[in-house]
């Protein structure tokens, strides 16, 4: 009952999708004025609908009713309640009905709260938000049903990937989600904007914290799964390139692109159209990098749901969406007037500086994923690893950290680099000393010297913008520009750190012998089996000391998982403050030696420590602009109950 | 602003819709072209192309196709950049205690990091070829790495193996490299 149940309301909820666009649309004409009433309601009743269904399918998961096609193929009554909850969205057509509860809720959230910018941009906003959730309701009722029973009921169910059963990955993708999702609103209010012709620092002001939410979440999700593929995938490597990390990194970089963007036009009224075109490319970067991921047309190491039927049905909505706006943008954009000028030297220069590096890198990033198809598509096959990605996002992103160190200190409009020039001293000599540094402890490899270079002075200049401010006084949204600035130089250092000083090693060793990894000794005490709700495996006792001090225990795994048959390495992970060991257990070889596959990674967790703070420094200017926002709500409030008590 | 500059601008408007309209039809192309997870090589069944790489490392020689006659052998495409063959190196390392002669081709890759790569992971390789711009590489059929080719005493590719090999596939692959000497 409870998937028919889910069904219904999906039902329903594309129908108010149907309603909200065309009340939404009609209230556009001053004939339509009398349907305005009905659009903001219909938007929350459509995030409620979807909300139910969304948990209706979880319910139907938590009880594994095992006669509903999605729970038979990837869950299994064995499976512990976490897993089964996140059974739920770690599949095809739970994640795409993830994704359009998402992107209802955050329509309905902004249709309820969202009071500053003029009612018809609102409306035509809301109408677009709409417009985008028909094509992916339509995408579910009639090609991904997640409610689809199954007859004859099996008697199991096939179970879970045992790579994603892990408790950090069962919020990965909706975190990500919530990310990718978000920037549907950024999308929907650029084309609200374009339809009006109301493009102006009401509409960056209104825009502004849903695209630092969303990118909040963004940032998060990449943290963490950087963080789950290093840990979980047992090669030591944190980022692959490979097309499902590239796909989540796309929309982040334009993301963060607009963030800036939109700064200066709230703060400056300038960069108009560029700024609605970044909303536009963030959202399309989202369901671009998805569609490629879900449609199966690039292969990945993360490739856990494809289905490349249903890739061109999602390929026609991309089409319809991002080419109608890209339309839109085409015909609108050259209408909506030149914003404020602005000199070479200022505030607003290094932010499109910031703008054009970033779009460069996304560039970047793009066109490497779509390498190998397009060079398939002329006969031969090819594929793009680090040697393409590293240096070439290197050359975007470099100037542009160095840009960063300087841009912050400038003034808007107009400023000269030698007022601000005494105060980079520190970091330049910071700099000067970094790199020296680095060619002595990593001769003649260039990204890691720029890095561990880069790092310091970065770190210290992100701090200058508070130089000679009462700390107390300082609003949110600066501190949140500086935590994150700071965080970049964090994570750098920690990338820079990673690819220069990383000891790994490869052993096979008898139980009770010794070995050494950079300044580890680890001693294999002991093999012995263990046993889970769904899996068993081998652990491996290690007893690791760091430069001869207390030993400590680390325990890796080589595990079998029973439902399905699978086997996974648990790799064991131990932390100190100058850095990471990383033990994965192997093989059993002939003469009863174990293969042990030892890493010392000398400051690696600053890497997602940094990307925290990253987030840390959104959700401060998150804070901030949703604080302001509210006084100068509640002000406006009182100053109109003022005028209507002196009125009477 | 002054006329000319504005009507540039116009036309950069339409910039983004015909860069989407290009990833569009390349989209549309790679769906009608479904790729297999396995692409095997054209080459299968064909001779090696001549070619003669420098040697990888110091205590190696190089690699070129003369290298390759006398009798069956095992050609291993692969890169210190590359995770996957860290992964595969214990069953390189099986199958060259099985009798099996490996030849490596290393691709896009600095001597300092190859060194590195084979003092962490082993060195299986009796001979390995610098193949710098991936010459080698293409020419085999190869569409990655790390992949392992069985190569007959003729100098006939025979048998490709794709992505890294795992400890299940070590059986298989000397099953091939015999095969390939009647």
Same mark, same amino acid.
């Given at each position: ?35 305005a ?11 409620a609908?979807?909300?139910v ?11 594994t009713? %095992? ?12 499976? $512990? ?24 809720l ?11 910018? $003029?009612?018809?941009?609102m ?153 609605v ?74 932010l ?5 590096? %970033?779009?460069?890198? %996304? ?112 609003r949110? $949204? ?95 992970l ?40 990253i ?24 100053i ?9 | ?6 009507? +540039? ?5 339409w910039?983004?819709?015909a ?15 479904? $790729? ?6 054209r ?14 490392s ?23 950049w ?12 099986q ?21 590195g790569f ?18 080698? @590489? ?21 048998? @490709? +193996? ?13 099953g ?5 000497? @009647?």
């Amino acid at each position: 009952m409870i998937a028919e149940f889910g069904l219904g309301a999906l039902w329903f909820a594309a129908a108010l999708a149907l309603l909200q666009l065309i009340v939404g649309a009609l209230a556009l004409k001053p004939q339509g004025e009398g349907f305005a009433a009905l659009v903001r309601p219909a938007a929350v009743v459509q995030g409620a609908l979807a909300l139910v269904s969304f948990l209706a399918l979880i319910a139907v998961f938590v009880e594994t009713d %095992l006669s509903v096609k999605l729970v038979a193929l990837n869950s299994h009554s064995a499976k $512990p309640l976490l897993y089964k909850v996140a059974g739920a969205w770690g599949n095809h057509e739970g994640s795409m009905l993830l994704w359009v509860t998402v992107m209802g809720l955050a329509g309905g959230f902004v249709a309820l709260v969202e009071r500053r910018l $003029p009612e018809r941009t609102m409306r035509a906003t809301l109408a677009g938000q709409a417009f985008v959730s028909l094509g992916f309701y339509a995408f579910l009722l009639f090609a991904s049903n997640p409610f689809t029973r199954l007859s004859p009921v099996p008697v199991e169910g096939n179970g879970l990937n045992p790579l994603l059963q892990d408790p950090g990955l069962a919020f990965h993708p909706p975190t990500l989600y919530l990310g990718y999702v978000g920037l549907s609103i950024a999308f929907s209010f650029a084309i609200g904007a374009l339809i009006t012709r109301e493009v102006g620092p009401a509409f960056a002001r209104a825009m502004r914290p849903w695209v630092l939410g969303a990118w909040i979440f963004l940032t998060l999700g990449i943290t963490a799964g950087s963080y789950w593929a290093y840990y979980e995938l047992g090669w030591g490597g944190w980022w692959f390139w490979d097309p499902v990390e590239n796909a989540s990194l796309m929309p982040w970089l334009a993301a963060t692109a607009l963030l800036h963007s939109a700064s200066v036009l709230a703060a400056r009224n300038a960069l108009r159209a560029w700024t609605v075109m970044l909303g536009v490319i963030a959202f399309s970067m989202s369901m671009i990098g998805t569609f490629l991921v879900r449609s199966g047309i690039l292969t990945s190491v993360h490739a856990f749901a494809v289905d490349p039927k249903r890739g061109t049905f999602i390929l026609a909505l991309l089409a319809i969406y991002i080419g109608g706006a890209l339309v839109l943008f085409g015909i609108r954009a050259a209408t909506v007037t030149e914003g404020e000028r602005f000199s070479v030297s200022s505030r607003e220069s290094s932010l499109v500086f910031n703008n054009v590096m %970033l779009t460069g890198t %996304l560039a970047i990033v793009l066109l490497g994923t779509l390498y190998p198809l397009l060079t398939e598509a002329f006969g031969e096959k090819v594929s793009v690893g680090p040697p393409y990605f590293n240096p070439m996002t290197a050359l975007f992103v470099m100037p542009m950290l160095v840009v960063l160190a300087i841009g912050p200190l400038l003034r808007w409009r107009r400023d000269r680099v030698g007022r601000v020039s005494r105060l980079l001293l520190v970091p330049a000599a910071l700099a000067a000393v970094g790199l020296a540094a680095g060619v002595a402890l990593a001769p003649g490899r260039v990204l890691p010297i720029l890095g561990l270079g880069l790092a310091p002075a970065l770190a210290v200049a992100s701090l200058l913008p508070l130089r000679g401010r009462n700390l107390r006084r300082t609003r949110l $949204p600066v501190w949140g520009m500086v935590v994150a600035h700071f965080g970049i130089a964090v994570s750098l250092f920690g990338m820079a750190s990673d690819s220069a000083f990383t000891v790994e090693k490869l052993v096979a060793v008898p139980v009770g012998e010794a070995t050494e990894v950079g300044p580890w000794q680890v001693r294999l005490a002991a093999i012995e089996p263990v046993a889970g709700p769904n899996w068993t495996a081998l652990e491996a006792d290690l007893q690791v000391a760091y430069k001869g001090g207390e030993p400590t225990s680390l325990h890796p795994q080589a595990r079998t998982f029973w439902a399905p048959v699978q086997n996974t390495a648990e790799s064991a992970l131990l932390t100190r403050w100058n850095g990471q060991l990383y033990a994965v257990l192997g093989e059993e070889a002939q003469d009863g030696r174990w293969q042990l596959r030892l890493w010392w990674k000398p400051f690696v967790p600053m890497i997602w420590f940094g990307g925290a703070l990253i987030a840390l420094g959104g959700l401060l200017a998150l804070l901030g602009r949703v604080a302001s926002d509210l006084r100068r709500y509640f002000a406006r409030g009182k100053i109109a109950d003022r005028r209507e008590r002196q009125g009477r | 602003m002054s006329e000319t500059p504005a009507k +540039h601008f116009r036309l950069g408007l339409w910039l983004p819709l015909a860069l989407f309209a290009a990833i569009v039809a390349l989209v549309a192309w790679g769906l009608l072209h479904p $790729p297999s997870r396995d692409i095997p090589s054209r080459f299968v069944g064909h001779p090696l192309p001549a070619f003669d790489l420098p040697a990888g490392s110091d205590d190696r020689p190089g690699l070129g196709t003369a290298d390759f006659a006398g009798k069956p052998r095992l050609l291993n495409v692969f890169a210190s950049w590359c995770i996957p063959c860290a992964a595969e190196a214990p069953q390189l390392e099986q199958l060259r205690a099985a009798g099996a002669d490996i030849y490596g081709v290393a691709v896009r890759d600095q001597k300092a990091d190859l060194a590195g790569f084979l003092a962490r992971n082993g060195n299986p390789y009796a001979r390995i070829g610098r193949d710098d711009r991936s010459v080698v @590489q293409l020419a085999i059929g190869s569409s990655g790495v790390p992949e392992t080719y069985v190569i007959d005493a003729q100098g006939v590719i025979r048998y @490709q +193996h794709i992505g890294d090999i795992r400890p299940e596939d070590v059986s298989l692959i000397l099953g091939k490299l015999q095969e390939a000497a @009647q």
